[in-house]
């Protein structure tokens, strides 16, 4: 069942938390801005499953990347920006900046994080390889580098950029029980 980028950007965006955040995340000025995550891929698997594309939503991430400042205090103000910017949305949205990942994951999940290079470094470690999904701010358009197939056909495989076995199949049996017609290859 082959998608295009387009629909899926179209899927998302049927979500009315997504459409906001995109049409105003370009006055925040982040570098290397996406819209990445469960807010995107799960719209199309909602809609697979004929439930509203924001539906089990958890939260709605925003990743950018700005080496210039790597201090909590700098990634805070954004944070705060943020909250202000989008707090009649009544969603949760995380904002993080991608440069400073390194500094506080290990301590956070237990493992080592290399230090990245920008905003698209981080999609591409999510622990589930379908879901590395982002919409770049700037230009509109889908980055997905692993393609689209597993995502639309709800193939669950760990990410060998982040291999992280127990963190997968806890991620992967969460996705699972909201949309029971996921498959954890492997």
Not at 124 to 137: A, H
Not at 152 to 171: H, M, W
């Amino acid at each position: 069942m082959p998608i295009s980028a387009e629909t899926v950007i179209a899927q998302a965006m049927e979500n009315p938390v997504n459409a906001a955040l995109i049409g105003r995340l370009p006055r925040l000025g982040l570098p290397q801005c996406h819209l990445t995550a469960g807010c995107l891929f799960q719209a199309v698997w909602n809609r697979r499953s004929g439930q509203p594309p924001e539906a089990a939503v958890k939260d709605y991430d925003v990743f950018y990347f700005d080496d210039s400042d790597l201090s909590w205090e700098a990634e805070d103000a954004v944070i705060r920006e943020a909250a202000a910017l989008f707090a009649d949305l009544g969603a949760p949205v995380e904002v993080k900046n991608q440069a400073r990942i390194h500094l506080w994951y290990q301590k956070r999940f237990g493992g080592a994080y290399p230090q990245l290079r920008s905003a698209t470094d981080g999609i591409d470690r999510y622990l589930v390889q379908c879901t590395c999904i982002g919409i770049e701010v700037a230009t509109g358009r889908l980055y997905a580098p692993n393609g689209l197939e597993d995502m639309v056909e709800g193939v669950l495989r760990p990410n060998p950029l982040n291999p992280s076995p127990e963190l997968f199949r806890r991620k992967a049996d969460s996705y699972r029980a909201r949309w029971p017609w996921l498959t954890i290859a492997g």
